[in-house]
Every structure is written in structure tokens, then in C-alpha cells.
């Protein structure tokens, strides 16, 4: 059974530092590309990351570009989100994916001071 | 960055009645990389349709999806109880992927 399990969220006042911990099991995580999502409080979805399956490819939504650094660890089957200069607008549940087929069931991030 | 307007906002049907719901991009999704998620509060989105018009494995056949290009329809018949939630449209096509801003499909 394919598995997400997201960690790392919590309270951090602005401009503080996060990061967030995506373990999975039950498939071959370097085989498959995977995302970071994340969806503020009473709003809808927001896609902010990707990463390929080797690595080599990361992409960024603007409102992160230069902020959010989004990584992966083969080994130890697991994606990583290291978030810096977080803003009170950052504020939201995030979610991993393993494409769009499976997702985690998230981990809450606050700003605020 | 391809824009997904999905419409209309909020869908309000009985149960048995069938559901349509519109998603249009601003370009063209390349490969018809759609993919259409239900939510319900408090719970992770659960993938319905990718590539336009597929289901996901365990999806009831009343849901189907339809389109291409940039004119896409999510189509659910005969609604059940448990069908009714928010739907999003989100394009994978493209190097920065994009959701829609959803449709709430409520009890009338």
C-alpha cells in the first residue's frame, strides 16, 4: 500500500525557517516524480513544487521562487521542503504527492507572530 | 502559467440528479494532463480522472471526464449522498502546474 506521511509543520513567526518531511513506503520512490501542495485555511488548492523522478528537474510557483527549496532522498525514501523567509501568507496545510495519485494527509504550517 | 477557471462556482442538485462541471485553461494542456480531485472537509484531495477522461483505480463508473485541449468536463451521474463536496481541476502538463479555484457541489 502506498504511503505519505508529511512532518515538520508547526508554529514559526515571519521570517522564520520550516522544514517539512515526506516519508513514503509501499513503491519505488525513485522511480516517480513528486509535488508539494498546500492549501491555506477555507481555500482552495495550491500546487508549489516539483521534483523529477532523478532529481534533476525542480520547479516552483512564483509565490515560493527563491524561498522554498524542495529536495529528495532516494535512500531514505523521502522528500524533503526546506521553506525560509516564511510569510503569514505561507500559512496553510501541506501536502506531498507522488504525482497526482496519491497524497498525504498533510501537515499544518502557521505564521504568525 | 496555464489559468484553470472552473465553473460555475457552486452546483446545487438533488441527489440522482447528474452533475457538470466546466474547466477551462488558457492554453492548451499539453497531453490533456487533467486531472479532476474530490475533497471533503478535513480530508486530503482524492484523485477521480487524470489524462482528461480516465478513472482512478476504485472510482465509481457515474464519474467521467471528458474534453481536450482547453475545454474540459468532469460528469457525474446520478449523484449520491456521498458525492457531495468540492471538486478541483488541475493541469500536470506543464513544468508549473496549476489548480482550479474548485466547484462546490452542494444539497439543494
Known amino acids: 500500500e502506498v504511503q505519505l506521511v508529511e512532518s515538520g509543520g508547526g508554529l514559526v513567526q515571519p521570517g522564520g525557517s520550516l522544514r517539512l518531511s515526506c516519508s513514503t513506503s509501499?513503491?519505488?520512490?525513485?522511480?516517480?516524480?513528486m509535488n508539494w501542495v498546500r492549501q491555506a485555511p477555507g481555500k482552495g488548492l495550491e500546487w508549489i513544487s516539483y521534483i523529477n523522478s532523478r532529481g534533476n528537474a525542480i520547479y516552483y510557483a512564483d509565490s515560493v521562487k527563491g524561498r522554498f527549496t524542495m529536495s529528495r532522498d532516494d535512500p531514505k525514501n523521502s522528500l524533503f521542503l526546506q521553506m525560509d523567509s516564511l510569510r503569514v501568507e505561507d500559512t496553510a496545510v501541506y501536502y506531498c504527492t507522488r504525482g497526482v495519485a496519491n497524497w498525504g494527509q498533510g501537515t499544518l504550517v502557521i505564521v504568525s507572530s | 502559467e496555464i489559468v484553470l477557471t472552473q465553473f460555475p462556482g457552486t452546483l446545487s442538485l438533488s441527489p440522482g440528479e447528474k452533475a457538470s462541471l466546466s474547466c477551462r485553461a488558457s492554453?492548451?494542456?499539453?497531453?490533456?494532463?487533467l486531472a479532476w480531485f474530490q475533497q471533503k472537509p478535513g480530508q486530503a484531495p482524492r484523485l477521480l480522472i487524470f489524462s482528461a477522461s480516465t478513472r482512478a483505480t476504485g472510482i465509481p463508473d457515474r464519474f467521467s471526464g471528458s474534453g481536450s485541449g482547453t475545454e474540459f468536463t468532469l460528469t457525474i451521474n446520478t449523484l449520491e449522498p456521498e458525492d457531495f463536496a468540492m471538486y478541483y481541476c488541475h493541469n500536470y502538463g506543464s513544468s508549473i502546474r496549476t489548480f482550479g479555484q474548485g466547484t462546490q457541489v452542494e444539497i439543494k
Open positions: 492554453q492548451s494542456i499539453v497531453s490533456n494532463n
Open positions: 509501499g513503491f519505488t520512490f525513485s522511480s516517480y516524480e
